[in-house]
């Protein structure tokens, strides 16, 4: 079984920063593109930023320049670095991996529970 566990959500003021990750455990033996979506109350998920196991980058425009993601391919983790932070970027934060898991030769998307970011003005 592969799970993937959000953490490092929170509250935080207009302008500040925050910094999210996620991390994969389990069978695995090797995860491909690793995802960060948002999602708000009456809106539908979007996506934010993704990286690749190339370490080819997409950004959602909205945070291009403000957003960073990263990942670490040895602790199975990705992170999501937000700064100047507006009260737009409030939202549940998913991380997604498309994983291959032992015993499979395929790889399959999995999604954490998510991790609430809060910013106020």
């Known amino acids: 079984q592969v799970q993937l566990v959000e953490s490092g959500g929170g509250l935080v003021q207009a302008g500040g920063s925050l910094d999210v990750s996620c991390a994969a455990s389990?069978?695995?033996?090797?995860?491909?593109?690793w995802g960060w979506y948002r999602q708000s109350p009456g809106q539908q998920r979007e996506l934010v930023a993704q990286?690749?196991?190339?370490?080819?980058?997409k950004y959602q425009d909205s945070v291009k320049g403000r957003f960073a993601i990263s990942r670490d391919d040895v602790l199975n983790i990705a992170y999501l670095q937000m700064n100047s932070l507006e009260p737009e970027d409030t939202a549940v934060y998913l991380c997604?991996?498309?994983?291959?898991?032992?015993?499979?030769?395929?790889?399959?998307?999995?999604w954490g529970q998510g991790t609430q970011v809060t910013v106020f003005s």
């Open positions: 997604t991996a498309d994983v291959q898991a032992v015993a499979s030769d395929s790889y399959l998307p999995y």
């Open positions: 990286i690749t196991r190339g370490g080819d980058k």
């Open positions: 389990g069978s695995i033996v090797r995860v491909n593109t």
